[in-house]
Structure formats: C-alpha cells, structure tokens
C-alpha cells in the first residue's frame, strides 16, 4: 500500500507540468505566499524552477528557504478531492553554475519557451531539496512520505548516453512515439518529439505540451531503456491494428 502511494505520487509529479510554490512572505511577515510556476523533476525526486529574482517568491526564497509545492491531478467535472494531490515540503536554494548548465538544457527541452530566458540576467534555476512529502491518493489514502523513501537512486547511464537516446528515437523512431501518444493519450501527432528520458519512462512533446509515458519496469541501462521502448511500440501497434480491424 505504502509502495503504491510512493510510486502514485511520484508518477503524479512526472505527469503535471506546474504546481502551486508556496513561500514565506518577506513582505507581509508570517503570511504563507502562493504562485503558480512550471517545474522539472529529476530521476532522484529533486524539482527545478527556472525563475526570476524579480519575481515574490524569488524574494521570499531568498529570505527563507522554506517552502513547498502542491501539485494536483485537476478535476474535469465531479468531486477534486477524489483526484490525487501531492505536496512536496522542502528548502530552495540556487542551483550552482557548474550544474545549472546541464539541467537548464533538460528545462527547455521540456519546455522550450523558456530559452528566451536563458540569457537574461535576472533568471536563475533553483531546486527544491524535499524534506517531507505528502500524498492524498483519494479518500482514505492519506500518507506522509520520508525524506529516504522519496529520495530515488540516480540513474545508470550519463549525460550524453542519454542524449543520444533522446536523438536517436527523434531521428528514427517519431512513428513508434506517434503510435504510443495516441495508444496512452488519445492525441494524434505524426512528428512528436521525446523531450526528456528517466529510468521510469519518458516525456513525448506533441502540440506545445509534455506527455509521460510510464515504463512497465524502471530501466537500469541503456539497453533495458531500448526493451522498454520496444515493448511500449509493439503494445501500442497491436492496439492500433485491433482498432483497425474493429472499423
């Protein structure tokens, strides 16, 4: 049970692109302070923000370190607190130059708007160091998430084993993507791109928008990376040719 929450929350946080950060206010002392703002997570739970000094929360962060961010699965119609919500409680602090590079490269190919950014003196990328999770799956599944269960492994390959698996499935393979965007989201698109790789699936950018896709296993090399990629393709082929024939 525990285990599935974790493995919800987290796969929560993968799908959602933006999510309420809540800070200390230094301007109305005591007051909690909410804005909403687009994030990246990486493979070991840790969350970026590319954000400006200008901005409150900017100001607030660099007060007090304390913060959060709430995300939540929005409800279309019916009862919200019967979709899942996670809030990841933690402390904020700049990313180092040395790191930030790497990351901020990841951040655009997700969201690809921000490379105006990039050159401007007053953004910086920060990430959220979590402390403490909290997960409410649906009524009655309610849990506090530790700091060392949240905190995953980091991944098996490098920098640039990874992206040339990116290059490779955008060169070769936008068929297969297409096959398994309409397969796990109904979304048709005859060139997506993959915009970022995890050990736990992958994001395939269609139409300004991010979508995961969740592996059946977490991968723990390149090649188990491919398996899964192929699995995931020859899945979404037979549910394309079943439908076919049904028409």
Same mark, same amino acid.
């Given at each position: 049970?525990?285990?599935?929450?974790?493995?919800?929350?987290?796969?929560?946080?993968?799908?959602?692109? &933006? =999510?309420?950060?809540?800070?200390?206010?230094?301007?109305? @002392? /005591?007051?909690?302070?909410?804005?909403?703002?687009?994030?990246?997570?990486?493979?070991?739970?840790?969350?970026?923000?590319?954000?400006? *000094?200008?901005?409150?929360?900017?100001?607030?962060?660099?007060? %007090?370190?304390?913060?959060?961010? +709430?995300?939540?699965?929005?409800? %279309? !119609? =019916?009862? $919200?607190?019967?979709?899942?919500?996670? +809030?990841?409680?933690?402390? /904020?602090?700049?990313? &180092?130059?040395?790191?930030?590079?790497?990351?901020?490269?990841?951040?655009?190919?997700?969201?690809?708007?921000?490379?105006?950014? @990039?050159?401007?003196?007053?953004?910086?990328?920060? $990430?959220?160091?979590?402390?403490?999770?909290? !997960?409410? =799956? /649906?009524? /009655?599944?309610?849990?506090?998430?530790?700091?060392?269960?949240?905190?995953?492994?980091?991944?098996?390959? *490098?920098?640039?084993?990874?992206?040339?698996?990116?290059?490779?499935?955008?060169?070769?393979?936008?068929?297969?993507?297409?096959?398994?965007?309409?397969?796990? !989201?109904?979304?048709?698109?005859?060139?997506?791109?993959?915009? =970022?790789?995890?050990?736990?699936?992958?994001?395939?950018?269609?139409?300004?928008?991010?979508?995961?896709?969740?592996?059946?296993?977490?991968? %723990?090399?390149?090649?188990?990376?491919?398996?899964?990629?192929?699995?995931?393709?020859?899945?979404?082929?037979?549910?394309?040719?079943?439908?076919?024939?049904?028409?």
């Amino acid at each position: 049970m525990r285990e599935q929450a974790l493995n919800d929350a987290r796969t929560l946080v993968f799908k959602t692109h &933006a =999510g309420v950060m809540s800070t200390i206010s230094n301007n109305l @002392r /005591g007051y909690p302070f909410g804005s909403v703002t687009p994030y990246m997570c990486d493979e070991q739970g840790r969350i970026y923000f590319f954000i400006s *000094d200008i901005a409150q929360h900017t100001k607030n962060l660099k007060q %007090d370190s304390r913060m959060s961010l +709430t995300i939540f699965d929005a409800a %279309d !119609y =019916g009862d $919200q607190n019967e979709h899942g919500r996670v +809030t990841l409680v933690g402390d /904020g602090s700049i990313v &180092a130059k040395e790191q930030s590079e790497v990351l901020l490269d990841k951040y655009i190919a997700l969201y690809p708007e921000a490379a105006s950014y @990039r050159n401007a003196h007053d953004f910086q990328l920060w $990430q959220l160091d979590v402390v403490r999770v909290r !997960y409410i =799956g /649906g009524f /009655g599944k309610i849990f506090w998430l530790e700091q060392n269960e949240w905190q995953a492994q980091p991944k098996k390959w *490098d920098e640039s084993q990874q992206q040339s698996m990116i290059t490779h499935m955008n060169e070769d393979h936008q068929d297969a993507m297409s096959l398994i965007l309409m397969q796990h !989201y109904n979304v048709a698109d005859n060139t997506p791109i993959m915009s =970022g790789l995890l050990p736990t699936g992958f994001y395939i950018q269609s139409h300004k928008r991010n979508y995961f896709i969740n592996f059946a296993n977490e991968c %723990d090399s390149p090649l188990a990376v491919r398996k899964a990629l192929v699995a995931l393709t020859n899945q979404a082929r037979n549910s394309s040719n079943q439908l076919a024939q049904t028409v």
